[in-house]
């Protein structure tokens, strides 16, 4: 059976992610603390996530450990996104 959904971490995680990127324009990247229930697959609560800014308004998060990775993206309000940002950019 699939862990529920914690709406509300995972909107809390997106948020601290969203200023976080809003007072550190430049930055790209930043590793975290897990905020408890954001990825109801963690088995413990400790941990870190990844958090790669794609462009304003569209975030990727990342959880793992040594065997698994759990992958989110968050995408702002009025913000697009494509499938170039979900397949990388071409080179």
């Given at each position: 059976m699939k862990p529920a959904l914690d709406v509300g971490a995972i909107?809390?995680?997106?948020?601290?992610?969203r200023l976080w990127f809003e007072k550190?324009?430049?930055a790209t990247e930043r590793t975290r603390p897990l905020i408890p229930g954001e990825f109801?697959?963690?088995?413990?609560?400790?941990?870190?996530?990844?958090v790669l800014c794609?462009?304003?308004?569209?975030?990727?998060?990342?959880?793992?450990?040594r065997a698994e990775y759990f992958f989110a993206v968050d995408?702002?309000?009025?913000?697009?996104?494509?499938?170039?940002?979900l397949m990388g950019r071409a080179s």
């Open positions: 909107e809390r995680a997106s948020e601290h992610d550190h324009p430049g109801p697959e963690a088995k413990d609560e400790a941990g870190s996530v990844d794609v462009r304003p308004g569209v975030r990727a998060r990342r959880f793992g450990g995408v702002d309000p009025g913000a697009v996104l494509t499938m170039e940002d």
